[in-house]
């Protein structure tokens, strides 16, 4: 038998040296995805953190919401108390009774029915309040349905 040493291997162990693919029992598995290159998120990572804040919004906004109807419950009752004794009581214009309005009312709009003499203020999809003129006594809001 002849002896082996580091120096002087065998054949049939050294290296084949045409380069080649892997016998397939030893060529390793890659998936699909590492094999691409990965292309860079729209979001960044930013979603879950927009997802946390629309949902402490949300809550915020349950929480507050008797809060912002009765501030538009206030708001249309007044606009329709001040525009019906400015239109009727002093006989002005309902575009001139809007000036009257104090600071922060810009949402709310006054109507008008001729007819029945009643001025209605209304924030949209929150409340509307209605005030109709009552002769000697006034302008008087009608109670809420």
């Known amino acids: 038998m002849a002896a082996v040493t580091n120096t ?3 054949a049939a162990a050294t290296p ?3 380069p080649g693919p892997l016998p ?3 060529a390793p598995v890659v998936p699909d995805r590492l094999r691409k290159p990965r292309r860079p998120s729209r ?4 979603l ?6 629309l949902v402490i919004g949300g809550g915020y906004l349950v929480w507050k919401f008797p809060s912002f109807k009765a501030q538009a419950e206030l708001g249309s009752a007044y606009a329709a108390r001040v525009g019906c004794s400015c239109r009727y009581v002093q006989a002005r214009s309902l575009e001139s009774c809007q000036r009257d309005f104090e600071p922060g009312m810009e949402l ?3 109507t008008e029915d001729p007819a029945t003499k009643t001025i209605t203020g209304s924030v949209p999809l929150l409340a ?5 003129y009552a002769g000697a006594s006034g ?3 009608r109670p809420e349905d």
């Open 43 to 46: 979001w960044g990572g930013c």
């Open 24 to 26: 397939s029992a030893e």
């Open 16 to 18: 084949d040296p045409r």
């Open 8 to 10: 002087d291997p065998p």
């Open 108 to 110: 709310v709009s006054v």
């Open 139 to 141: 302008c008087l809001l």
């Open 128 to 132: 509307s309040r209605s005030a109709r």
């Open 48 to 53: 879950p953190w927009l997802m946390i804040a």
